[in-house]
């Protein structure tokens, strides 16, 4: 579906960690809920910009949720060599094109 939100490109090595033994790129079915993507709409795959970005998140959830980071090992790093082209929704202009509202930050959204 073409669109006329520009895009950007994004390339280079991104990484993602996950539990030990998991799928590099899991099925799931239905997809679940993420931090900023609703599994209704749509699957996501987050993937950080360096190493210390993956744990950072990883560490930020587990707090969100009051888990003990031992709880949740031994954990896997992932590394994706990633080229695409995605939409630029970093303005009002963007969102309200696809028919997205400014969000709001917060920990209820």
Known sequence: MASAVNSVPITGRWVRQSPRGAPALPSREPPPDS??????????????DEEHTAWAEWYRHLAEHGVPPMQQMPRELWTWRV???????????????????????????
């Open 35 to 48: 931090r900023w993507q609703r599994g209704s709409v749509v699957d996501a795959l987050y993937l950080a």
């Open 83 to 109: 080229d695409i082209e995605v939409a630029n929704l970093s303005t009002a202009q963007g969102l309200e094109h696809v028919g997205l509202e400014v969000p709001r930050p917060g920990r209820r959204g």
